[in-house]
């Protein structure tokens, strides 16, 4: 049974970069896909990526694609999201959420989540 805790959310000028982290302080994450999503205030979750135990990423969001980078440190048992030219549109709730199979773009799929961390972009 995975707890999955994110941090690193906080406030943010346009154009200003943050990194989110993904850890769980009893279990190793090396044998899960870990996906991080996005809630905004009044929409709907969506995927952004996912990263798989072999180290395989990929980008299921056009918006954020160029801009967010999800990446595994095995030896500090995380999984970061490198969040880069943040808009007020990237505003939302940020969650990560672990499963043993591959990643999918399926959000029934994974069975762990994280709490979620808030990430807001303003002047």
């Known amino acids: 049974q995975l707890q999955l805790v994110e941090s690193g959310g906080g406030w943010v000028q346009p154009g200003g970069s943050l990194r989110l982290s993904c850890t769980d302080s009893?279990?190793?994450?090396?044998?899960?896909?870990i996906a991080w999503f996005r809630q905004a205030s009044g929409k709907e979750r969506e995927l952004l990526n996912c990263i798989a135990p072999s180290g395989g990423t990929t980008n299921y969001n056009p918006s954020v694609k160029g801009r967010f980078t999800i990446s595994r440190d095995k030896a500090k048992n995380t999984v970061y999201l490198q969040m880069d030219s943040l808009q007020a549109g990237d505003t939302a709730v940020y969650y990560c959420?672990?499963?043993?199979?591959?990643?999918?773009?399926?959000?029934?799929?994974?069975?762990?989540w994280g709490q979620g961390t808030q990430v807001t972009v303003s002047p």
């Open positions: 009893d279990s190793n994450l090396d044998y899960y896909s």
């Open positions: 959420a672990a499963d043993r199979w591959e990643c999918s773009d399926w959000d029934q799929q994974y069975d762990y």
